[in-house]
């Protein structure tokens, strides 16, 4: 589920923060890392 859940997140937050994607992208993949090693 976990690897599933990860490429339909991208899509997501780039199209919601079409700003700064990388910032708020970034951010996902530290808490996303964060909840593996946990």
Known sequence: ?????????????LLKQNRVPSLDFLQHERIFSDRISN
Request: proline content about 15%.
């Open 1 to 13: 589920m976990l690897f599933l859940f990860r490429p339909n997140a991208k899509p997501k937050i």
